[in-house]
């Protein structure tokens, strides 16, 4: 299973900028589907955004446009850019890996993933 470590979350202003970090150890990287989820006091987890293993992206409709997935297979890193931050983007955001196939379509529940990190605190004040 690996671990997975995320990093980057703190207190931004709306309007603000983020970028979380999520490195992979034990694990071989390349062959991971990774994924961003969140959590909101109170509320479900939700899916945000995930790359595949080919590189192409999905992303929740409510952060299209302001969030970007990336992914560094030589550091074994998968990025979360965060722009124009709103106070609902306020949660707790966990990185997810799933060992897939190249051809494996993009996964999007909190069920489909094994793997997770510890979660970093965002913080967007109005």
């Known amino acids: 299973q690996g671990q997975l470590l995320e990093s980057g979350g703190g207190v931004v202003q709306a309007g603000g900028s983020l970028r979380l970090s999520c490195t992979a150890s034990?694990?071989?990287?390349?062959?991971?589907?990774m994924a961003w989820f969140r959590q909101a006091p109170g509320k479900e987890r939700e899916f945000v955004a995930t790359?595949?293993?080919?590189?192409?992206?999905s992303y929740l409709d409510s952060v299209k446009g302001r969030f970007t997935i990336s992914r560094d297979n030589t550091k074994k890193t998968v990025y979360l850019q965060m722009n124009s931050l709103k106070p609902e983007d306020t949660a707790v955001y966990y990185c997810?890996?799933?060992?897939?196939?190249?051809?494996?379509?993009?996964?999007?529940?909190?069920?489909?993933?094994?793997?997770w990190g510890q979660g970093t605190q965002v913080t967007v004040s109005s």
């Open positions: 790359i595949r293993r080919a590189g192409d992206t």
């Open positions: 034990g694990r071989t990287f390349s062959r991971d589907a």
């Open positions: 997810a890996a799933k060992s897939t196939i190249l051809t494996a379509p993009a996964y999007t529940r909190v069920d489909d993933y094994f793997s």
